[in-house]
């Protein structure tokens, strides 16, 4: 196996992926040092109907995936429009694209001996924790805001967590649960804090390229977090210096304009996000005012010149209904993308061969 250790984000410190720590002592983020090996499509296990057919290319410590992958991935590429392609990435175990990362952080946990773990999430990442912790044998307690989809909540408890609601916003629910890992050290199985999720979310890019055999012209990801665009950049990273693909696709980063602080940002050329007073908003997947990997994700955008854009909030139902008037019925979240995609076009004219990501179907968003 290729070794791997976390390195810290602010002062470098290098400890091994086994610590129990959520973060280094100086407050910085744990970034993944694992270099994969140059990707081929030849490399591919073609056998395997799940994204681990790329482990080859994933930093798993052991085969502790199989016991803990769920069928995740695989999604399909559809033609929307002319000028639109949809990844389907709710066609997934817990209907978003949150499985992706889940799976393959509650593999890491299982391979260094986790039994008990505690996470925040605005529902979909909660889930999907929640699944894969249930399939794993491990004791699972999610934090959630006020004003969470009740669906999402349901699903959670179904799979055998336990749910904390948290009055307040996105930010002061993860500020109450980081307050729990730090007072009875518990386990932070976090999308945003461990980077092993990462290596599930680039699978997104591996997947694209095996289907189409290239990239399109314009990929347009929904930012929050950042989990989806930090794994997509680094799968698009790992194609470049592989040689699978020439130049990075023009990449599209879409805010809720209600709440922005990587958009503002990006505006005024700051390294840091800017600080917002978030307002309510439809797309609540995605309605982060403090992005705790803010600085790496505006340091993306500003090497590979990528333009962040609105999801106006008065277009959000309005998008949902045009796309689910073609069969499609996703969640909020997800619409705004669109909405996002029509705003660009709108700002600086046509995006031809733009795909957009479906990340998470709408039944369990209708509240």
């Not at 290319?57 to 769920?70: K, P």
């Not at 006020?146 to 999402?152: D, L, M, N, R, V």
């Not at 076009?345 to 509240?367: E, F, V």
Request: charged content about 25%; overall charge negative; proline content about 5%.
């Amino acid at each position: 196996m290729l070794s791997r250790h976390y390195i810290c984000s602010d002062c470098g410190k290098i400890v091994p992926t086994s610590t129990r720590a959520a973060n280094c002592e100086c407050g910085g983020l744990w970034k993944l040092q694992f270099k994969p090996p140059e990707f081929s499509l030849d490399e591919v296990d073609r056998d395997e109907w799940s994204m681990f057919r790329y482990r080859k290319f994933m930093a798993l410590e052991d085969e502790s995936w199989r016991d803990i992958t769920l069928g995740e991935g695989m999604t399909p590429v559809i033609r929307f429009s002319e000028d639109v392609l949809f990844k389907m990435d709710y066609f997934m175990p817990t209907l978003s694209f949150k499985d992706r990362g889940a799976a393959v952080l509650v593999a890491h946990c299982k391979s260094i001996g986790v039994d008990s773990v505690v996470q925040d999430s605005s529902g979909n990442a909660g889930n999907s924790v929640a699944a894969y912790c249930g399939k794993a044998g491990i004791e699972c307690e999610i934090f959630v805001p006020e004003g969470t989809s009740p669906k999402k909540i349901d699903m959670i408890r179904a799979h055998g967590s336990a749910v904390n609601i948290v009055p307040g916003s996105r930010d002061h629910c993860a500020d109450v649960c980081r307050t729990k890992v730090t007072e009875e050290g518990r386990f932070y199985a976090n999308h945003v804090y461990n980077p092993f999720f990462y290596e599930g979310t680039k699978t997104y890019i591996y997947e694209v390229y095996e289907q189409l055999h290239r990239m399109p012209a314009y990929l347009m990801i929904p930012v929050g977090n950042g989990t989806l665009f930090l794994g997509a950049m680094k799968g698009l990273e790992h194609l470049l210096e592989s040689g699978c693909i020439h130049r990075m696709p023009k990449i599209i980063a879409l805010q809720s304009e209600n709440c922005d602080p990587l958009f503002k940002a990006a505006e005024t050329g700051s390294a840091e996000p800017a600080e917002v007073h978030p307002e309510p908003t439809l797309a609540e997947g995605i309605a982060i005012g403090k992005p705790m990997r803010g600085r790496e994700i505006l340091a993306y955008a500003k090497k590979y010149d990528i333009t962040f854009v609105h999801a106006p909030e008065d277009q959000i139902l309005n998008a949902r209904a045009e796309i689910a008037r073609k069969g499609i019925y996703c969640e909020h979240t997800t619409a705004a993308n669109y909405a996002a995609y029509l705003e660009y076009c709108r700002l600086y004219g046509p995006a031809h061969d733009c795909l957009i990501t479906m990340c998470g179907a709408g039944l369990k968003s209708d509240h």
